[in-house]
């Protein structure tokens, strides 16, 4: 493998890291690129994010850069911005004892990246790239794995987990996103170290979860989690070895990758009708409020399109933004259970062919025209606009004077 230079990272990158680093030097500290920026380098891919590492501890850094952020000051992470650029720069560390599953009991700084590497994941997060003289530093055989298209985890891989509950999650996810086998043992050591998911919250699950869903190969990472026991320790809805192959197997009919909502509605979906259950489960993973409305909407639709009527409903339903969601999630669900996907289709067919005018016409009537009809104010307007509505949909009013006249018989509608 080639492996790629410093210079080959982005230019507002490369003046940022070569900036404190310099700074850094001229104080006596050395500091190098590390974790994801260091591997993509190594790859050949540009990084998205710049992560350093440096023996200055967090009150040295601070002194030489006075507008740092202190993100996690307790293991020596602190954010320095350059230049519009927000550099994730850490100490170097060792980590003893992690009784909750998440954090060390115990954070040394050190000055050995020898010792840093050893608390780190896998073997290519490992890497280190001195800025100012090029040189890179690999003390977990990191670049060769990266050759080899093997990911490994550093040392033990019981010891690995067993630390961090969440790595069981990553390593699904990078192995998908690198597209690497996974070395022997480790996807046995993950099977066997289920415990350590009992010390990750449902926030830091849910987030990688969701990196899965929007990122390469899900299907692959979510084969991993299944082969290994951690999606359902890790997402505990009720659903044995074959509710969860039935779920899996829903990914087949969707997008790549399926994305946020659509992603998390066919992970959580149940083939039949909603229960209470159901709903606790999705409230389990902690979304926001506006992605468990979009969810829950997206299961409702696509348990109605089925028999969804002619008019008024159809278009109500179907110009939803969770629409085309719900018909695919539908479309997969029949596909899966063998049942003809034609009248799916020609809802989806239905849809496409409908401007915005027709699944949003302009209304015939507004509060203004029920104040002028001296219409009570109260849920009877609401009322009275709705089925306005519906009657403008299905065709019956076709034009404003049809509707005045519509509203003049508003007591006998009410």
């Known amino acids: 493998m080639a492996t790629k230079s410093v210079n080959d990272l982005p230019p507002d990158q490369l003046l940022a890291a070569r900036g404190i680093a310099r700074r850094l030097a ?6 190098w690129i590390v974790g994801g920026a260091a591997r993509d380098l190594a790859r050949g891919v540009q990084p998205k994010d710049l992560d350093m590492v440096t023996t200055a501890t967090p009150d040295q850094v601070e002194a030489l850069f006075p507008r740092t952020i202190g ?42 990246v020898e010792e840093d590497a050893g608390r780190r994941d896998f073997t290519c997060n490992a890497l280190y790239l001195a800025v100012l003289t090029d040189e890179w530093i690999d003390p977990a055989g990191g670049l060769a794995d990266l050759e080899a298209r093997v990911l490994r985890t550093v040392g033990d891989p019981h010891r690995r987990f067993a630390e961090d509950g969440l790595r069981l999650l990553r390593l699904a996810r990078f192995q998908a996103r690198l597209d690497f086998d996974l070395a022997p043992g480790v996807a046995e050591a993950a099977a066997e170290s289920l ?14 979860l969701t990196r899965i869903l929007t990122g390469p190969r899900h299907l692959v990472a979510l084969a991993t989690l299944a082969a290994t026991g951690v999606l359902p320790v890790a997402l505990p809805v009720g659903a044995g070895g074959a509710g969860w192959d039935r779920r899996l197997a829903l990914f087949a009919g969707l997008p790549t990758p399926p994305g946020e909502v659509l992603g998390w509605a066919a992970l959580l979906d149940p083939p039949g009708a909603l229960t209470e259950s159901d709903l606790a ?6 979304p926001s409020r506006e992605q468990h409305d979009r969810i829950l909407r997206v299961w409702q639709l696509r348990r109605l399109l089925p028999r969804l009527g002619d008019g008024a409903e159809r278009i ?7 629409a085309p969601l719900a018909l695919t999630l539908a479309k997969a669900h029949a596909s899966l259970a063998g049942e003809d996907l034609a009248p799916l289709e020609a809802l989806e067919a ?3 062919s409908r401007s915005a005018a027709e699944l949003f016409p302009a209304p015939w009537l507004s509060s203004d025209d029920l104040a002028a009809a001296q219409v009570p104010r109260g849920p009877l307007w609401g009322k009275l606009l709705r089925a306005a509505e519906d009657e403008q949909l299905e065709g019956r009013l076709t034009c404003r004077k049809q509707a005045l006249a519509w509203l003049a018989r508003w007591e006998d509608l009410a």
């Open 26 to 31: 001229d104080a006596g500290y050395p500091s």
């Open 71 to 112: 993100v996690g000051r307790a293991f020596g992470i602190l954010i320095v911005p350059w230049e519009g650029v927000d550099v994730e720069l850490a100490t170097l560390r060792t980590e003893q004892g992690y009784r909750d599953g998440r954090r060390p009991d115990e954070v040394s700084f050190g000055t050995s």
């Open 195 to 208: 415990d350590a998911l009992r010390g990750v919250s449902p926030e830091r699950v849910r987030e990688e």
């Open 281 to 286: 489960a999705l409230e389990a993973t902690r």
């Open 316 to 322: 109500r339903a179907l110009r939803e933004e969770v």
């Open 350 to 352: 239905w849809r496409a």
